[in-house]
């Protein structure tokens, strides 16, 4: 099987979960993957999180419409892949973000990383994941399903998506206000350096002198959060 075909698989899954179709045959294809095959064939990174985050939206919605509660959902090993088992943590902080700490705004690594998580994570974290993970709230990207070969660019899409949504700039109080998600993986952004230049070139404006707040986060579930322009965005 080729890159391109592994890559297909989980398009396919989560296109299929998305329009409400049966998928088992697609879950049942990914957990009898060869795991050799895996290893082998997500080498590069684009590869690796074009597949990943691909996977991870799928099992999110699946595992969440067949009763998985928060926060189980997130911990419990129920995804099969090449006849390993994952949870949508070992796949988020363990492969995407190279094994971080869950629970310290980015800046400590995972004391005890498993064999499988090493191998198959990024070698560089790229901190416009937290724009393509969807985790079924209102506050969550509309999700797409990824392509190894333009991924580069959809993340951009999705990053300034995110951010025309989600930002507000105040010119009168010298204010600007982020999605919470920015203070909760603050390192994996570059601090508020790195935020001032993420807003600097996604909407061209300087905010380095402005106050920095924190909006609260909508945790209203919308698990059909998306729509046909992010669908249309896949094909870049």
Not at 151 to 175: G, R
Not at 202 to 211: G, H
């Amino acid at each position: 099987m080729s890159i391109e075909h592994l890559n297909g698989l989980a398009e396919r899954l989560l296109l299929t979960v998305k329009t409400n179709k049966n998928s088992t045959s697609l879950e049942r294809d990914l957990a009898a993957y060869s795991s050799q095959k895996l290893f082998q064939e997500l080498q590069e990174d684009n590869e690796k999180k074009a597949f990943w985050i691909n996977i991870y939206n799928s099992y999110f919605l699946l595992l969440r419409q067949r009763g998985s509660v928060k926060p189980k959902i997130y911990t419990s090993k129920m995804i099969q892949i090449a006849g390993i088992s994952f949870s949508l943590d070992d796949i988020e902080h363990g492969i995407l973000r190279r094994f971080r700490y869950k629970y310290s705004l980015g800046f400590l690594p995972q004391l005890f990383v498993g064999k499988h998580i090493r191998k198959l994570a990024v070698k560089q974290l790229d901190f416009r994941l937290h724009f393509a993970l969807n985790c079924g709230a209102k506050s969550c990207p509309p999700i797409s399903y990824y392509n190894h070969e333009n991924i580069d660019e959809q993340l951009s899409i999705a990053t300034l998506s995110f951010l025309d949504s989600e930002t507000t700039i105040s010119e009168e109080k010298n204010e600007v206000t982020v999605s919470t998600l920015f203070k909760w993986y603050w390192a994996d952004f570059g601090k508020r350096k790195g935020v001032n230049h993420l807003i600097k070139e996604a909407l061209n404006q300087d905010v380095s002198a402005m106050k920095l707040t924190f909006a609260p986060y909508n945790w209203d579930e919308d698990l059909s959060n998306f729509n046909e322009a992010s669908f249309a965005a896949s094909s870049i």
